[in-house]
């Protein structure tokens, strides 16, 4: 699929406008250009020139293969032993602010994460402190919440708490050689 082509959308699906974050419902017919398509989200533009974010539940309304939710075979399986904290970083990677090309780790958006055993054996509660990188980002729950989501798949990881923080301020500096290349600052 071609980047500059405007595509239709094959049904009536969800978006969020960027920055404000506020929810916006999209029709079928309705034309996008795909500028970003990363951590199974997707950034566009509108034929009316705003940008949205589209869910990756929502791809088949792009014309795009989409990932579901895990099936639930009913079995609940005890998880034992410790939570894999490098899956927990991974899991993170996979979330992108929607205007910027790099995921949250990489940009140093992740200031703190602690998993924390619960009193029922198997169950365990991970908390993230986070910024963004401008305070006033309306998108700042949406991300925040695809975090607490990605995290929510690491076995053994029962809750997640998400707190964003503005202290210390995020600086380009706080950002990983990769993703400072990757923006062409080096």
Known sequence: MNSSELIPLNRECHAIRIPSGDSVVLQE??????????????????????????????????????WRDKVDSGEE?????????????????NCYDPEIPVNVVDLGLIYDCDVEALEKKGENKVNIKM??????????????????????????????????????????AMMSEAAKLQLGLL
Request: net charge negative; charged share 25%.
């Open 29 to 66: 017919g309705f034309k996008v250009r795909i500028t970003q398509s990363l951590g199974e989200t997707y950034t566009v533009v509108c034929e009316t020139g705003e940008l949205v974010r589209i869910q990756g539940v929502d791809a088949d309304a792009l014309g795009l293969k989409g």
């Open 77 to 93: 399986a005890v998880f034992e032993g410790d939570v894999d904290k490098d899956l927990i970083w991974d899991q993170m990677k």
């Open 131 to 172: 910024t963004l990188t401008a305070a006033g980002c309306g998108m700042g729950p949406v991300i925040a919440g695809d975090v607490e989501a990605r995290v929510r798949t690491v076995p053994g990881v029962t809750d997640v708490n998400v707190e964003l923080v503005w202290d210390p301020p995020w600086g380009q």
